[in-house]
């Protein structure tokens, strides 16, 4: 069975679409700078994730991946956008950081080859580390990134495979901000997409 998307993950992703929304009110012609967007998920996350999560941004891949995993797409300077880390605390011992999760965030209107990139070098980190969650998350402002979200502006269905790589992806969430019910089209989403390798 396939591992669900954790709540204290979707919480920050909902509210992420909701602060784009209220930015685009105030500054209605500025897209927001990556760095912008994974620094107002970190503060999304620290208000809805339990005590013993730790979210790290900009952490090098050498952390916290074995040597296998250095290949075209990861290098030695690589940098993971986000990392998520359980927190050990053994007694008598300094504490212990555990990864549990890797994210990339993409704004939607990047290449698809950038994020094809980001999808092949987070399913070589799952393939070497398995009981590593790897993600790729998509924010969209308002307009609907079409090749994660279908008409209906919920998730495209399925396991997608990445043309010329040996991964796929399936779009586990998908949250939206909108003025109404048919403005799909024209919303701001936060597509939480999880890499596999083949």
Not at 88 to 112: D, T
Request: proline share 5%; hydrophobic share 40%.
């Amino acid at each position: 069975m396939q591992e669900s998307v954790p709540q204290w993950l979707i919480t920050p992703m909902q509210g992420l679409t909701y602060w784009i929304g209220h930015s685009h009110c105030i500054h209605h012609n500025n897209d927001m700078l990556e760095g912008a967007l994974v620094a107002e998920f970190h503060r999304l996350f620290q208000a809805a994730a339990p005590s013993d999560l730790y979210l790290a941004s900009n952490e090098g891949y050498r952390h916290i991946v074995d040597l296998d995993c250095f290949r075209a797409d990861i290098t030695l300077d690589s940098h993971a956008d986000i990392v998520i880390y359980r927190e050990m605390r053994p007694e008598g011992r300094p504490r212990e950081l555990h990864p549990q999760i890797v994210i990339e965030v993409k704004r939607g209107n990047a290449s698809k080859q950038s994020i094809d990139k980001d999808l092949r070098r987070l399913s070589v980190v799952r393939s070497t580390h398995p009981g590593l969650r790897t993600f790729l998350l998509i924010v969209s402002e308002g307009y609907r990134p079409k090749r994660f979200v279908n008409d209906r502006g919920n998730a495209v269905a399925g396991r997608i495979r990445v043309t010329g790589a040996d991964c796929y992806f399936q779009v586990r969430r998908v949250c939206k901000a909108t003025y109404g019910f048919k403005s799909v089209n024209n919303a701001h989403y936060a597509c939480l997409i999880e890499a596999f390798p083949a």
